[in-house]
């Protein structure tokens, strides 16, 4: 991938990821009702977060191989 298709692909990550964050927030907030929704929104939320952090770290790794290039 190119630095600017892993830029994309960040920002849609990220953006994903706040969502998520807000979901797994409001499902908290309505405790105890939904609480059997916690494992699934749990994991939904850790696996958007660590794509994101993959996708960080071929980003950082692609701009550097930019650099030295």
Known sequence: MTVEELEKK???LSMRSTD????LH???EELPTDWEKIPEVA???YEVF???AAARRDLKAAKQAEAGA
């Open 10 to 12: 960040v920002k849609r």
């Open 20 to 23: 998520a964050k807000m979901n």
């Open 26 to 28: 409001d499902l908290s």
């Open 43 to 45: 994991q939904e939320t």
């Open 50 to 52: 660590r794509e994101l």
